[in-house]
């Protein structure tokens, strides 16, 4: 038997010397027994590397998933909302022109849902200011002299007593009453005019606001420093208190503030400078979201589809190729198969000649693909056919009485039915009936819940003022919303069909990891008795040889005539 070079193999801590006396590979064995004994583990490592690999292919559905939907919700009616909340269809823009087509620069305008479209005819009349006093020039470090205490504070509002003392400085008195400004709106500057003289002004915070002064005890200290005459008028009036002026198509507007909110519902007024022309003001639909969302979709859908087809590849030998992660898979086909059907579908609650997405010019391609293959129907359809394409994406929602708002709309279905209401002597809800079932709606307040397990699960309405009798309700899901709905089925919400089996995959993992983890544990177990066995068994042979070896010695040295 050919001979083996000792070396040393470690077990743990422990260091052992093998392959002295046998001539064996003992570390070859050893190798090759803790080899059979790991090899399930192997196997089980490889199964928890596959199914990571298959949840980063969930997830990356997810993802997809998720633009899809995201594209989709702003032209959907919102999931929480009260009828007309914001979306894509709502979006306004508002621009200002003038007939000489000069540069706008004394007004700006911003435009949110609330605004109607239309035009209208703007002119700054009068720009609001704050009212501004100055007293007599002063040394600002020299004492007044005076003792007295005067109230200040602006007409209408909350006045301050401001106490003044024989050693009190004009720049004394001036941190006086800007430490009431909070209280009065009045605040006070020096304003240097040479080396030894200051002038104080008062000022109002707010614009349109008048200063007023009065003495309540002692010296008339706002006299005698020159802000007052003796009849109490102020002697050195800077600018005088005035409000802001426009006019709205030849109407009158008058407020405090150049800041104006509420002239027109949902548009605000910037005042910046009095203007010299009429400027014209158009709020008209900002469809470039509208047409940005609709491609959007388009792109996403087909980022999504394109990876359904990819996990559907077949190899050249027929069977899945190395990357479709996912052949075969049920989710996947699931979700594909419910993305076909609305996209192919009419949606519910469409009302006009819009009823399809070909009716808009998005069609298939040859690789089951969308695109928008006729623009010009598109954007015909965002221009001229506004209404019947927001149907088309948005659920309507009808009823018989104004006070019943949908709050919540998280169902794909279209219903139609009829609310009875029993309210007690102070208008509080006390009972409700969907088409005579008494369980459809559970009562919060003034709000009516869908019941879980019912046809009206995921709907909330509120109702208010409410009142017994009964309602006509109607709801009928757009595109928008039915697809965003369906896909929650398939996002990265816990409750979702893709995460509970991406939960459930990395359940199975923690488990076969368990399982590996002990595998070689106990094989590491198994390599210290093997490496100690082998050790026990070189160091017997070696005790053997040097017996031999001994015996032969004893042998080798005896006389034949003995």
Not at 310 to 328: E, K, M, N, T
């Amino acid at each position: 038997m050919a001979s083996v070079a000792a070396t040393a193999s470690t077990s743990g801590s422990a260091s052992y010397i093998t392959s002295i006396s046998s001539g064996l590979d003992t570390d070859a064995l050893i190798d090759a027994a803790v080899a059979q004994k790991t090899a399930r583990a192997d196997t089980i490592d490889a199964k928890v590397t596959a199914n990571t690999t298959k949840i980063s292919a969930y997830q990356e559905v997810q993802s997809l998933v998720a633009a899809v939907s995201d594209a989709m919700e702003s032209l959907a009616l919102p999931a929480y909302s009260s009828l007309g909340s914001d979306n894509a269809f709502d979006n306004r823009s508002g621009s200002l022109t003038t007939a000489s087509g000069a540069t706008v620069s004394g007004l700006a305008v911003d435009v949110d849902s609330e605004a109607a479209t239309g035009v209208y005819s703007i002119e700054v009349v009068q720009l609001a200011q704050a009212m501004k006093v100055a007293a007599t020039a002063a040394p600002s470090t020299t004492a007044l002299g005076l003792a007295g205490i005067m109230s200040i504070g602006v007409e209408g509002g909350t006045a301050a007593e401001i106490t003044v003392t024989t050693t009190t400085t004009l720049s004394d008195l001036a941190k006086a009453i800007n430490a009431q400004t909070s209280t009065t709106g009045v605040q006070a500057s020096l304003v240097k005019l040479d080396d030894a003289n200051y002038q104080l002004v008062l000022s109002a915070v707010d614009t349109n606001e008048t200063i007023v002064l009065s003495t309540v005890s002692g010296d008339d200290v706002a006299r005698l420093i020159g802000l007052t005459d003796s009849d109490g008028a102020f002697t050195n009036v800077l600018r005088e208190a005035q409000p802001a002026i426009i006019t709205v198509d030849g109407a009158t507007v008058t407020r405090s503030t150049n800041e104006m909110t509420d002239v027109i519902d949902g548009v605000s007024f910037s005042l910046a400078g009095v203007t010299t022309e009429p400027i014209t003001l158009t709020i008209t639909a900002d469809n470039s979201g509208v047409k940005t969302a609709i491609s959007d979709f388009v792109t996403a859908y087909n980022a999504l589809k394109q990876y359904v087809l990819d996990q559907q590849a077949v190899s050249s030998s027929g069977g899945a190729s190395d990357d479709a992660v996912l052949f075969a898979d049920s989710l996947l086909r699931s979700l594909d198969q419910t993305l076909k059907t609305l996209i192919n579908g009419a949606s519910a609650s469409a009302s006009g000649d819009i009823t399809r997405l070909s009716d808009m010019g998005i069609t298939w391609t040859s690789d089951n693909l969308l695109e928008i293959s006729d623009e010009t129907a598109l954007n015909d359809a965002i221009l001229s056919n506004a209404k019947a394409l927001e149907s088309f994406f948005e659920t309507d929602f009808t009823t018989s009485d104004s006070g019943l708002k949908l709050l919540r709309n998280n169902t794909s279905k279209s219903l139609d039915f009829t609310l009875s209401i029993q309210t007690d002597e102070s208008g509080a809800i006390t009972g409700v009936t969907a088409n005579g079932d008494d369980a459809a709606f559970t009562i919060s307040g003034s709000r009516l819940v869908g019941a879980t397990g019912t046809a009206y699960e995921g709907i909330t309405f509120i109702l208010a003022p409410a009142s017994t009798g009964d309602i006509s309700v109607s709801i009928q899901q757009g595109f928008a919303n039915l697809l965003t709905q369906a896909m929650t089925s398939y996002d990265s919400s816990t409750t979702s069909l893709i995460q509970q089996r991406i939960d459930s995959i990395e359940t199975v993992n923690e488990d076969l990891t368990t399982r590996s983890d002990n595998i070689r544990t106990d094989a590491d177990t198994y390599r210290e008795k093997l490496v100690t066995k082998y050790a026990n068994m070189e160091a017997e042979l070696t005790q053997a040889k040097l017996l031999q070896a001994q015996i032969a010695a004893i042998l080798g040295n005896t006389s034949s005539d003995d």
